[in-house]
């Protein structure tokens, strides 16, 4: 019911910035919540921002990170600054839809060289 298509990921130097975004289509009038999550190779995906439809943010452990929607283009951004080695992941974006359950995209692989 809701479609997830995320980019902006590559290669960054150590401590440069990168903007992910995730695009949202179906039914985006079901979402209540985005997320962002990272797995990096052999260890268990991890949330890393959250947001609800009426802006409130969370983070578990990510004080470098911020995340925002623009509810009219249906989509939802990690803005990510000061990168480290230890960002690299894949980073998956996420939608709930109550009732329905949640929806993740493909992912976009997120690489900081030191």
């Known amino acids: 019911q809701v479609q997830l298509v995320e980019s902006g990921g590559g290669l960054v130097q150590a401590g440069g910035s990168l903007r992910l975004s995730c695009a949202a289509s179906?039914?985006?009038?079901?979402?209540?919540?985005m997320g962002w999550y990272r797995q990096a190779p052999g260890k268990e995906r991890d949330l890393v921002a959250a947001i609800t439809s009426g802006g409130i943010t969370y983070y578990p452990d990510s004080d470098r990170f911020t995340i925002s929607r623009d509810n009219a283009k249906n989509t939802a951004y990690l803005q990510m600054n000061s990168l480290k080695p230890e960002d690299t992941a894949n980073y998956y974006c996420?939608?709930?839809?109550?009732?329905?359950?949640?929806?993740w995209g493909q992912g976009t692989q997120v690489t900081v060289s030191s």
């Open positions: 179906g039914d985006t009038s079901c979402i209540s919540a």
């Open positions: 996420n939608a709930e839809c109550p009732g329905l359950g949640m929806t």
